[in-house]
């Protein structure tokens, strides 16, 4: 985790398959809301974000990403658990190299001792509000 009052530099990666997106789902028990963001994670001291992304999809769920393009970059501000957070997230666009994962409903990994789940879920249901994606800005990327 990080720290209090510290800026976090992420790396995140839209993948698609038609109009479905994978997408990790989470929840705020202070605000006992659900969301979702596209998966990725922190990119490390002397490490270059689109490393980082390749590194984070092979740790979290043993994949290896191909077509890797950058989409750009956003800046999150926001409350999560009842914290002030602030994130630095570059967004690529990418593929798996194995066809597997495109098959597979959802996918549950660890980070950390944090159990998670990514899910094939349609774009146009973060499009209608009916699922919260964050940050919001993120759906231009869809």
Same mark, same amino acid.
């Given at each position: 985790?990080?720290?209090?009052?510290?800026?976090?530099?992420?790396?995140?990666?839209?993948?698609? &398959?038609? &109009?479905?997106?994978?997408?990790?789902?989470?929840?705020?028990?202070?605000?006992?809301?659900?969301?979702?963001?596209?998966?990725?994670?922190?990119?490390?001291?002397?490490?270059?974000?689109?490393?980082?992304?390749?590194?984070?999809?092979?740790?979290?769920?043993?994949?290896?990403?191909? @077509?890797? !393009?950058?989409?750009?970059?956003?800046?999150?501000?926001?409350? /999560? @658990?009842?914290?002030?957070?602030?994130?630095?997230?570059? #967004?690529?666009?990418?593929?798996?190299? &194995?066809?597997? /994962?495109?098959?597979?409903?959802?996918?549950?990994?660890?980070?950390?001792?944090?159990? !998670?789940?990514?899910?094939?879920?349609?774009?146009?249901?973060?499009?209608?509000?009916?699922?919260?994606? #964050?940050?919001?800005? /993120?759906? &231009?990327?869809?």
């Amino acid at each position: 985790m990080h720290k209090e009052g510290e800026i976090r530099v992420l790396c995140l990666g839209v993948i698609k &398959d038609g &109009d479905r997106v994978l997408i990790g789902e989470g929840y705020d028990p202070v605000k006992e809301e659900h969301f979702y963001r596209a998966l990725g994670g922190g990119v490390e001291f002397g490490e270059t974000s689109y490393e980082a992304l390749k590194r984070e999809f092979q740790e979290e769920i043993q994949a290896e990403l191909t @077509n890797i !393009k950058y989409l750009g970059c956003l800046e999150s501000l926001f409350t /999560f @658990n009842g914290k002030q957070g602030h994130e630095i997230l570059q #967004v690529y666009q990418c593929d798996f190299a &194995d066809p597997k /994962f495109y098959q597979m409903d959802n996918i549950v990994f660890a980070e950390g001792k944090r159990k !998670k789940t990514a899910l094939w879920l349609e774009i146009e249901r973060f499009k209608s509000g009916e699922l919260k994606l #964050v940050p919001e800005q /993120f759906l &231009d990327y869809l």
